[in-house]
C-alpha cells in the first residue's frame, strides 16, 4: 500500500511540473553602457514554446515587442536592447516583460529597469541609433 502511494504522489509531482510549463528564477533588467542588457534563467522548459520580450516606457500607452526567442535548452537567455530610445516616447523608467508561451498557456515575468540613465546616456544611445 505505502509503494502505489509514494508512487501516485511522484506522477502527482510529475504532472504538476508538466502542466506548469516554466520555472524562471531570474529575470532582470541593468545598464550595459547605453543599451540595456535583459537576462531571464529557467530551470524547467517542459512545454515551453517560445519566448517573447517586450518593453514600455513609464508614459507609453503600451508595450513594444523587441523580440522572440525559441527555446534552446541552454537554460539562461540574454537580450541586449540596443534601441531603447528609438521610437520611445520618453523617459523611464522602463519596464520589461516576458511572456513564455507554453502548451498549457501563457506566463508573464515583468522587471522595472532599476535606474535611470544619465544625460550621457540618453544623448549617445539617440546619435547611435540615427545611424543605424
Same mark, same amino acid.
Given at each position: $500500500?505505502?509503494?502505489?502511494?509514494?508512487?501516485? %504522489?511522484? %506522477?502527482?509531482?510529475?504532472?504538476? =511540473?508538466?502542466?506548469?510549463?516554466?520555472?524562471?528564477?531570474?529575470?532582470?533588467?541593468?545598464?550595459?553602457?547605453?543599451?540595456?542588457?535583459?537576462?531571464?534563467?529557467?530551470?524547467?522548459?517542459?512545454?515551453?514554446?517560445?519566448?517573447?520580450?517586450?518593453?514600455?516606457? +513609464?508614459?507609453?500607452?503600451?508595450?513594444?515587442?523587441?523580440?522572440?526567442?525559441?527555446? +534552446?535548452?541552454?537554460? /539562461?537567455?540574454?537580450?541586449?536592447?540596443?534601441? $531603447?530610445?528609438?521610437?520611445?516616447?520618453?523617459?523611464?523608467?522602463? =519596464?520589461?516583460?516576458?511572456?513564455?508561451? =507554453?502548451?498549457?498557456?501563457?506566463? +508573464?515575468?515583468?522587471?522595472?529597469?532599476?535606474?535611470?540613465?544619465?544625460?550621457?546616456?540618453?544623448?549617445?544611445?539617440?546619435?547611435?541609433?540615427?545611424? /543605424?
Amino acid at each position: $500500500m505505502r509503494r502505489s502511494a509514494t508512487l501516485f %504522489f511522484t %506522477f502527482c509531482l510529475l504532472l504538476g =511540473t508538466l502542466a506548469y510549463g516554466a520555472t524562471i528564477t531570474l529575470f532582470q533588467a541593468s545598464f550595459d553602457g547605453s543599451n540595456v542588457r535583459v537576462e531571464w534563467e529557467v530551470t524547467n522548459e517542459t512545454g515551453v514554446q517560445s519566448y517573447d520580450l517586450w518593453r514600455k516606457a +513609464n508614459n507609453e500607452p503600451a508595450f513594444a515587442h523587441l523580440g522572440t526567442q525559441t527555446p +534552446n535548452s541552454q537554460r /539562461r537567455y540574454q537580450f541586449l536592447d540596443t534601441n $531603447m530610445y528609438r521610437g520611445t516616447a520618453g523617459g523611464g523608467p522602463f =519596464t520589461y516583460r516576458l511572456t513564455v508561451h =507554453t502548451t498549457t498557456g501563457d506566463q +508573464n515575468y515583468t522587471t522595472v529597469l532599476s535606474s535611470t540613465p544619465s544625460a550621457v546616456q540618453r544623448s549617445w544611445g539617440s546619435i547611435k541609433s540615427m545611424f /543605424r
